[in-house]
């Protein structure tokens, strides 16, 4: 109905904070609830208090017209679903790298035509990346687009080979040798690191390694996270920063009925932290974290600013034009003072802060700031340092890589190097574009990869594969026996399920082999079941 905006056809749609329903254009058809993945979207009418701010938002967002047209009235184009012309050497075969957001929504648009295969190869027993181990545990509606990706895991044509490392089981010349095009949606797993000194030493760590933790993600599950202080200190302040400073200073009885990992809990629970401050270089205007966000924070956690930030919010509203950032000033506006006492732990942001080193000689023990712009030193004392900064990709063994960037140079997701296209390499999500946008951006992003990977295809461009489709399992357990499968999959997902007890979501599994003993409990197919006996002789 071409009532929510910006669309990904439209300017601004990449790096929108929120979408906006355009009350002129809504015809209430009920469309976009039934479709949103995560839930989002609901009737004013029943929007709990604190989603009340959404409103005004909304409907700030398209002004009072006085009669002219609005801006919905040209109905913006619909990227078709690309149209896949048969050849004789056999259907279009793509091997997917990733699970996340964008792996699943490539396979999505690929999956539209019939006869495609899709082979999704995936480094963990578990599929569907950051939606996993990366969306806050309190954020559980978010992780509601599981349910869209499991839908999409078990269209025909599609198969899962996770707990293989593409790069180490296998390479990239080897996929290829299998399929007519290998397409990576590996995501920016990469920190950008702080360069100061006392960086990496004993109490010091990354946000994103933090939410790695609490999320049971099994690379994290041993990471040192020291709460025996009264104050982390997050350097850094957009939305993982918020996350971080929200998961620490929120009641642990309340995270017990999320998905966070057991040891996290257990830690949050022994917490004697009573104050994340999230520090930040600029000031007010320029903070990273979006509205969305900040709203959301504000009415869960109690967050507060001292007295010379106040002025500086104040400050920064008399002179900003910005709508959007108007509102957050708004927002930031009403916090409380930092200087009176609070019952409970609580979240400070501090602005104008540049940071100079880690204090401490073995173990951190605080952060060094300048109050940026001049010389003044700032020592905040503090047994946890994280820091947020942003995600950076990391190089794909086989493809070009762009270190400045720290993406795959790509020309609509036709991987490129020195300006040519490389045949049958493509990138989707922030490997290609680098770590802007929601979960839903990737949709589009992926989108555009796979018509230019479609249109190459069935221009003759990409070479049909070198073996038979059936000998890609044999060769896969040949390298890594312990491949899972979807029925492997599944089988961990209803023990970890089953593991919640009704109480949670689901109780995680935090080891591969924890993940991979689950997942052998399986019944095991019958055509795998001579592949293995195959092996075997």
């Known amino acids: 109905m071409n009532c929510i905006h910006p669309s990904p ?3 601004g749609f990449a790096t929108a904070e929120m979408l906006y329903i355009d009350p002129d254009a809504c015809v209430d058809c009920g469309a976009c609830v039934s479709a949103c993945p995560v839930g989002a979207i609901a009737p004013d009418t029943r929007l709990e208090p604190d989603q009340l701010p959404f409103v005004e938002l909304n409907a700030a967002f398209y002004p009072t017209r006085e009669g002219k047209l609005p801006p919905t009235s040209k109905l913006a184009p619909v990227l078709e679903a690309p149209v896949v012309h048969p050849r004789p050497d056999g259907p279009l075969t793509v091997a997917i790298v990733g699970s996340g957001p964008a792996a699943m929504y490539a396979a999505d648009e690929l999956l539209t035509q019939q ?19 990366g969306v806050a545990p309190d954020h559980q509606n978010t992780k509601r687009v599981t349910k869209l990706f499991d839908k999409i895991a078990s269209k025909p044509g599609f198969t899962f080979y996770l707990n293989v490392d593409v790069g180490a089981d296998v390479t990239h010349d080897e996929l ?3 399929h007519h095009a290998v397409l990576y949606a590996v995501g920016a797993p990469n920190d950008r690191r702080l360069d100061i000194e006392g960086v990496g030493m004993p109490g010091t760590a990354t946000a994103t390694e933090v939410v790695a933790w609490y999320n049971g993600h099994p690379e994290f599950a041993d990471l040192p996270v020291d709460l025996s202080g009264d104050r982390v200190v997050v350097v850094g302040n957009g939305n993982v920063a918020l996350d971080v400073a929200r998961i620490l200073t929120t009641d642990p009885e309340v995270l017990s009925r999320t998905d966070i990992a057991d040891h996290a809990l257990d830690a949050l629970r022994n917490s004697r932290v009573r104050e994340v401050v999230v520090a930040a270089r600029r000031g007010p205007a320029a903070s990273a974290f979006t ?18 930030d106040h002025r500086r919010v104040l400050a920064d509203l008399e002179n900003t034009t910005d ?12 916090l409380g003072d930092a200087s009176a006492p609070s019952p409970r732990p609580r979240i400070r942001l501090a602005y ?3 940071p100079r080193r880690v204090l401490g ?7 060094g700031f300048t109050v940026t712009g001049t010389e003044d030193v700032v020592e905040m004392p503090a047994k946890l340092v994280l ?9 794909i063994r086989g493809l070009p890589f762009d270190e400045a960037a720290a993406v795959v140079p790509n020309e609509g997701g036709r991987v490129t190097e020195d300006g040519t296209p490389l045949r049958g390499s493509y990138v989707a999500g922030w490997i290609k574009r680098g770590p802007t946008g929601f979960i839903g951006t990737n949709k589009s992003c992926a989108a555009e990869t796979v018509h230019n990977l479609v249109a190459d295809y069935n221009e003759g461009l990409l070479a049909a594969p070198a073996h038979r489709a059936s000998a890609l399992t044999r060769f896969v357990r040949g390298r890594q026996p312990k491949v899972i499968d979807a029925a492997g999959w599944r089988a961990i997902d209803e023990a970890e399920i089953a593991r919640g007890a009704g109480q949670r979501p689901r109780d995680k599994f935090t080891s591969v082999v924890e993940m991979a003993d689950a997942a052998a409990a399986a019944p095991v197919p019958p055509l795998h079941q001579r592949l293995l006996a195959g092996l075997r002789r």
């Open 9 to 11: 056809d439209e300017p």
């Open 291 to 308: 509205l969305p966000e900040l709203i959301g924070l504000t009415s869960t956690c109690e967050v507060v600013l001292d007295p010379a």
């Open 323 to 334: 709508a959007l950032t108007r509102n957050k000033l708004e927002v930031l506006a009403k």
């Open 115 to 133: 006869g495609v295969r899709v082979n999704v190869f995936e480094k963990l027993p578990t599929p569907y990346g950051l939606v996993r181990a």
């Open 387 to 395: 820091t947020s900064i942003g995600y950076r990709g990391k190089p």
């Open 361 to 367: 000689s073995e173990t951190a023990t605080g952060v």
């Open 176 to 178: 290829l040798a299998h």
């Open 352 to 354: 104008q802060l540049t």
